[in-house]
């Protein structure tokens, strides 16, 4: 979501911790982490504090780094026309960053975050022995996905890549058992692949209007 702050539109993130952290503030981007428990008033008041210290320190990032995913990620050129992925705590892409445009950084994000959908996709599809006919991606402020099991399709938030990576396979997995209107799940499996699945729901309730 974004708030308008001392004339600054910034992208709000609710986290689980416990103090209001500045994920990124330059040109381009301007990133701030909230905890989830704290009062909009609250929140608002802290970040107008936060930016006024912060803002003249904060220098602009790195050309060749890249927020997604809930963090900072070091981007390291390949050659042109091969796949763009993450291994060890870098992105690897043919796509310049040089330019600092946006767009350049949307294709980036966007092209990880259906790699990180469709492995989340294959696991799950397997995990029920079900199929889903197509995925789609696409603005969504109200959810992070919508199935449509009569079409065979489920479409996912085209912005679910500032999330965490395992907040993003949370909710695959939730669409798939969606698509598949499974009503109830299984404790143990909740507990073994998501076990801050608690935090996860309350940042999407907080994220997505229609979320529930």
């Not at 310049?96 to 980036?108: E, F, G, Q, Y």
């Not at 197509?134 to 399709?153: H, S, V, W």
Request: proline share 4%; with cysteine.
């Amino acid at each position: 979501m974004q708030w308008e702050v001392d004339n600054q539109n910034i992208d709000v993130l609710v986290t689980e911790g416990d103090v209001i952290e500045i994920a990124r503030w330059d040109d381009y981007a301007k990133i701030v982490y909230i905890p989830a428990k704290m009062p909009k008033s609250e929140a608002l008041w802290s970040i107008r504090n936060l930016l006024r210290q912060k803002q003249q320190i904060i220098s602009a990032s790195p050309t060749r780094e890249l927020h997604v995913f809930g963090k900072q990620w070091p981007v390291t050129s390949i050659k042109k026309g091969q796949k763009t992925y993450m291994r060890d705590g870098t992105i690897f892409s043919y796509i310049p960053l040089n330019d600092k445009t946006i767009s350049t950084a949307n294709r980036i994000k966007s092209a990880l975050l259906q790699q990180i959908v469709f492995a989340a996709m294959d696991r799950w599809e397997h995990f029920y022995a079900s199929t889903v006919a197509e995925i789609k991606f696409r603005k969504n402020d109200r959810q992070p996905f919508i199935c449509n099991p009569k079409t065979g399709c489920i479409t996912f938030d085209s912005g679910l890549h500032r999330f965490k990576i395992d907040q993003i396979e949370y909710a695959v997995y939730c669409a798939v058992r969606s698509f598949n209107n499974l009503a109830q799940a299984d404790s143990k499996v909740l507990q073994r692949h998501f076990p801050h699945r608690k935090t996860t729901e309350k940042i999407f309730c907080y994220e997505y209007e229609a979320y529930d």
